[in-house]
């Protein structure tokens, strides 16, 4: 199932993930924001399980800012398992 949401505080406009029903992820788009760095971090969160991904990226910044885009995909991944 792809998921679209709206990261906030950070400069990317809209992050789409796919998690798969064993909860591995297997696609990420970002739009907008540091397009090379958000490459990188979809090439390595690919194939990963989202609660691994949630474990890893949950409290990174960027700068002064009190998130981060990795932040908000980790903070958008836990309220999409907790749905669930």
């Known amino acids: 199932m792809t998921y679209s949401f709206r990261p906030q ?3 990317s406009r809209e992050m789409r993930v796919e998690v ?3 909860g591995v992820i297997q696609d990420l788009q970002v739009l907008g924001g540091c397009s090379g760095n958000l490459q990188g971090i979809a090439a390595l969160v690919r194939g990963m399980p989202a609660q691994e991904a ?3 990226l949950r409290g990174i910044r960027c700068g ?9 995909l980790a903070r ?3 309220a999409l398992l907790e749905k669930k």
């Open 9 to 11: 505080g950070v400069c």
């Open 20 to 22: 798969d029903d064993q």
């Open 54 to 56: 949630i474990l890893r």
């Open 64 to 72: 002064f800012k009190d998130t981060s885009c990795p932040d908000q």
């Open 76 to 78: 958008n991944l836990a």
